[in-house]
């Protein structure tokens, strides 16, 4: 057991302040990092101290390891948060912060080195009876050879790379005569990304859905699993709308996943937070993906259905207290659904947009969480993922928590960069989305850009008519007024001015 009295968040924007909040509600002082980039950032302003590390580029700042250390050295520092991204999932960062005598919160270096690499992530989980995509236990390097591997595993097959992260160096083979070209993209891709090319073969499983299970660990070999979320709404393999529960499950189906996520954590000894990704197909049979060793982006929607604050948890392990959470006592209290508010363009191909944000306005009321890094007139940098907001709802049911979404979404507003807003109340309100009959190809066949513009046509077209209505002294018909009151929270300025 080892108190932490002072915390420094080696990461930027939202997941910063979402630490530095939990830490700050426990006592804990914080210490926030930042580049040149971020000298009027939030979560610089929000800590008790801050310390610029380096220029802009991430490379000479949030991912400088030991500048960090050294800055822990300094201001009397005892522990590390590494949020997610960057230093997160860094297993030679873990063991440098403990021989610097300081606490890693988050797992150790081995976890992190086992579950970092996909296929040695599946060879541990291996000694445990968990259900796996078929493919190849080993890395493939020779062409010919892995050609022969997927014609037995049966197309179509994806090529993935061991290394690989955040969708990066993926590539589908639907037959034989593209695998050659496919095999050659995703090496490369691996390469040029991860710095490791190495690549296996995979079952590519029809109509999937991406269920995974967070789990706990404490130093002394208690685990439990909090449920799942479903991140099935996905574009280039990168989650943008997620839920918990999920739609599809059955209570028998979550158990036994959950067991399963508990024992691929045991099987690399693991302690922290964490989560472990299957991929279900129709059948509702799961299979093991991968394990990540940190916090989630979408970890608030386990934090809402079943009040726990995982941060505070991570905390507590770090410091070497046993778990108190007990797996029998853990309950789903309600629904929750969470966007990735991003400043991309969704008309665009989803270009990133960034710039000055003109107009910010969150919305607010019960059950909304905003989790962001941002105040009205900062800039968004281009240097980093352009996230600028993780939007949540909380409610009672699946649909309560999709109009909540909706109208949060309706009273949101952000001027002066383009956002994936109104792509995700498209999503919200789509028929496949609403009856949870969806799968990871959702955007691929249901989205294009022009549903968007005929949208906004559409709600121009209609404040034009409640205007004329309006005008003409005809709003107080039930048809009317209704129109009127979809009008004033879609564009409520514009409502305003016309009493
Ligand atoms: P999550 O896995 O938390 O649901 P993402 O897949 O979007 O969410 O990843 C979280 C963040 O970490 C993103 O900013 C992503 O770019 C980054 N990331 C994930 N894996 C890697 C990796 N292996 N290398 C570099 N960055 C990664
Ligand atoms: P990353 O490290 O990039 O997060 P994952 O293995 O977690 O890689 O896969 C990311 C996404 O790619 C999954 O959520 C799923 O949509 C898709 N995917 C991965 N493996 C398969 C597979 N075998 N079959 C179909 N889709 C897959
Ligand atoms: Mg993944």
């Given at each position: 057991?080892?108190?932490i009295n002072k915390l420094l968040v080696a990461n930027r924007g939202e997941i910063a302040l979402r630490v530095m909040r939990t830490a700050r509600e426990m006592g804990i002082k914080t210490v926030a990092v930042y580049s040149e980039a971020d000298r009027n950032a939030l979560h610089v302003r929000y800590a008790d101290e801050a310390v610029c590390i380096g220029?802009a580029?991430s490379?000479?700042s949030y991912?400088?390891?030991?500048k960090i250390?050294?800055v822990c050295?300094k201001l009397g520092v005892d522990a590390i948060h590494p949020g997610y991204g960057f230093l997160s ?16 919160v ?188 940190r916090l989630?982006v979408?970890h608030p929607?386990?934090e ?5 604050d995982l941060v505070r948890?991570m905390i507590?392990?770090a ?22 508010v991003?400043a ?12 000055n944000l003109?107009?910010y306005v969150r919305p607010q009321?019960?059950?909304v969480r905003v989790d962001d890094g941002f105040e009205q007139g900062m800039d968004i940098p281009?240097y980093y993922d352009p996230m600028i907001a993780k939007l949540i ?21 952000i ?85």
């Amino acid at each position: 057991m080892r108190k932490i009295n002072k915390l420094l968040v080696a990461n930027r924007g939202e997941i910063a302040l979402r630490v530095m909040r939990t830490a700050r509600e426990m006592g804990i002082k914080t210490v926030a990092v930042y580049s040149e980039a971020d000298r009027n950032a939030l979560h610089v302003r929000y800590a008790d101290e801050a310390v610029c590390i380096g220029p802009a580029a991430s490379s000479e700042s949030y991912l400088r390891g030991d500048k960090i250390i050294d800055v822990c050295k300094k201001l009397g520092v005892d522990a590390i948060h590494p949020g997610y991204g960057f230093l997160s999932e860094n297993a030679k960062f873990s063991q440098m912060v403990k021989d610097a005598g300081l606490i890693f919160v988050g797992p150790s270096a081995e976890s992190i080195e086992i579950m970092g690499d996909k296929l040695s992530a599946k060879r541990a989980a291996a000694k445990y009876n968990i259900p796996m995509v078929p493919g190849t236990p080993d890395a493939v390097t020779d062409r010919a050879e892995a050609k022969v591997i997927a014609g037995q595993i049966g197309y179509p097959v994806l090529i993935k790379a061991s290394a690989g992260g955040g969708g990066k160096g993926m590539r589908i083979v639907e037959n034989e005569v593209e695998f050659d070209e496919q095999m050659e993209r995703a090496v490369s891709e691996a390469i040029s990304a991860f710095g490791d090319g190495a690549v296996f073969v995979e079952k590519y499983v029809a109509s999937p859905r991406h269920i995974e299970i967070q789990v706990l660990g404490d130093q002394h070999g208690n685990t439990i699993y909090l449920f799942e979320r479903e991140c099935s709404v996905q574009r280039r393999h990168q989650k943008v709308v997620e839920e918990a529960p999920s739609s599809c499950l059955t209570p028998e189906i979550r158990e036994a996943m959950g067991k399963c996520a508990v024992d691929v954590a045991r099987s690399c000894g693991y302690y922290g937070a964490g989560t472990v990704e299957f991929i279900v197909d129709d059948k509702l049979n799961f299979y093991f993906l991968e394990m990540n060793t940190r916090l989630q982006v979408e970890h608030p929607v386990t934090e809402m259905i079943t009040g726990v604050d995982l941060v505070r948890q991570m905390i507590y392990i770090a410091e070497g207290q046993e778990l108190q959470l007990k797996q029998e006592e853990l309950e789903i209290n309600g629904h929750a659904m969470e966007i990735r508010v991003y400043a991309e363009d969704p008309t665009n191909n989803f270009l990133p947009d960034v710039g000055n944000l003109k107009t910010y306005v969150r919305p607010q009321g019960n059950g909304v969480r905003v989790d962001d890094g941002f105040e009205q007139g900062m800039d968004i940098p281009i240097y980093y993922d352009p996230m600028i907001a993780k939007l949540i709802t909380h409610a009672a049911t699946r649909q309560e928590s999709i109009d909540k979404m909706v109208r949060a979404i309706d009273e949101y507003e952000i001027s002066g960069v383009q956002t994936t807003l109104a792509f995700c109340r498209f999503v919200m309100l789509h028929e496949a989305f609403t009856s949870g009959n969806f799968d990871t190809h959702f955007v691929k066949h249901y989205f294009t850009p022009e549903v968007l513009k005929k949208e906004a046509d559409k709600d121009e077209t209609e404040i034009a008519a409640a205007l004329v209505a309006y005008l003409m002294g005809q709003a107080k018909q039930p048809t009317s007024a209704t129109t009127m009151a979809s009008v004033a929270t879609k564009s409520k300025w514009k409502a305003n001015r016309v009493k």
